[in-house]
């Protein structure tokens, strides 16, 4: 039972170090259907990666070595995982600050909810947003977040 184990380990262990290595700061996570797949065009076409969770990225600059940032434009989210993907790098909501004023959201014909919805998305289980235009949200991922549900 404890070369199981031993054996487990070092897999993580190899498995964080390649992550590392390619410039994905995620964590194993031991469940193959925590995932999430980021399309460049609509139509989940053209160049693409896929994260496995959970994982945080503060920005999507350099993502397998290339710079994602305001350039994914459809996705699809694996059976077991929760996205939320961010206009602004480090998760910040584009209308933080505004939020503080709910008169002057009021006096804007707003709710407090469309100014977070403005600035970030959250998708479930086996999303698959086939063009992010959709929710005017085209080329607009700078950071996201990525949880495993059970």
Known sequence: ???????????KT???????????STA?????NCWAEFFQNSGY?????????PVE????????GENWA????????????????FEN???????????KYPDLIRSLGSTEQDVKED????????????DLSDFNFHHKIRSLKMDCIK
């Open 1 to 11: 039972m404890n070369l199981i184990k031993l054996v487990i380990y070092a897999f």
């Open 14 to 24: 190899v498995f964080m170090v390649n992550v590392l290595l390619v410039g994905v």
């Open 28 to 32: 194993y996570a031991g469940d193959e």
């Open 45 to 53: 076409a053209g160049p693409h990666f896929r994260l496995s969770g």
């Open 57 to 64: 990225l503060n920005n999507l600059q350099n993502v397998n």
């Open 70 to 85: 305001s350039r994914i434009d459809s996705l699809k989210v694996g059976p077991k995982a929760k996205l939320v993907v």
């Open 89 to 99: 790098i480090n998760f910040k909501l584009t209308l933080k600050e505004i939020a």
């Open 119 to 130: 600035s970030e998305l959250i998708f479930g289980a086996n999303a698959t947003i086939h």
